[in-house]
């Protein structure tokens, strides 16, 4: 089973700045297969990114996926107020065994 | 517009029962893949279980095997979870996510969820 492990726990950034959000996978993993997504306080997930570095419908350009094997990484180029929320990271693919996230890392106003 | 809505959460003593629903509309339901995906007070997501477009194939997370069953009315594009056996740990926000692929073989990424439903186990 793979384990993905989210770092940092608590991301504090300024609005404005560059974010970089880490994913790393306890073993190499199709890239194909990694989605990510934001949440807010009491509302449900919002996917952002597929397959790695695809943006979803309607996603900002500000958004970046990118990654290979076990290091995946989500990019905010510059940071909006509306972007404050947690990030999951997920591994998908050929079977359900392969359903896993996160932790999640929390992206908070500096 | 895309919508998915689930209902059916509650308050129930451990050992029990409880069956969630969640309606879909917007698109061709039969098309997709669904899963259930739960989050507890404070934590972060886990999948539950997943049911092909047809309603024949399904899935489990171990946690769950043998006492939740995942299954759906294509004619009234509802998506359900019957959930018996409640344990305290079951007690969660349980959102339907759809899959973002139709009939692609892939246990796929969720494009869309519902808003969630709270299921509450304590006696």
């Known amino acids: 089973e793979v384990v993905l492990t989210q770092s940092p726990g608590t991301l504090s950034v300024s609005p404005g700045e560059r974010a970089t959000l880490s994913c790393r996978a306890s073993?190499?993993?199709?890239?194909?297969?990694v989605a990510w997504y934001q949440q807010k306080p009491g509302q449900a997930p919002r996917l952002l990114i597929y397959?790695?570095?695809s943006r979803a419908t309607g996603i900002p350009d500000r958004f970046r996926g990118s990654g290979l094997e076990t290091d995946f990484t989500l990019t905010i180029s510059r940071v909006e107020p509306e972007d404050f929320a947690v990030y999951y990271c997920q591994q998908y693919g050929y079977s359900p065994e392969m359903y896993t996230f996160g932790q999640g890392t929390k992206l908070e106003i500096k | 517009e895309v919508q998915l809505l689930e209902s059916g959460g509650g308050l129930v003593q451990p050992g029990g029962a409880l069956r969630l629903s969640c309606v879909v509309s917007g698109f061709t339901f039969s098309n997709y893949a669904f899963n259930w995906v739960r989050q507890a007070p404070g934590k972060g997501l886990e999948w539950v279980a997943h049911v092909g477009g047809g309603g024949v194939n399904t899935d489990y997370a171990d946690f769950v095997k043998g006492r939740f069953t995942i299954s759906r009315d294509n004619s009234k594009n509802t998506l359900y979870l019957q959930m018996h056996s409640l344990r305290a740990e079951d007690s969660a926000v349980y959102y339907c996510?759809?899959?973002?692929?139709?009939?692609?073989?892939?246990?796929?990424?969720?494009?869309?969820w519902g808003q969630g439903t709270l299921v509450t186990v304590s006696s």
């Open positions: 073993q190499s993993v199709d890239s194909s297969f």
């Open positions: 996510a759809k899959d973002g692929f139709a009939d692609n073989g892939v246990w796929d990424f969720f494009d869309y």
């Open positions: 397959a790695a570095s």
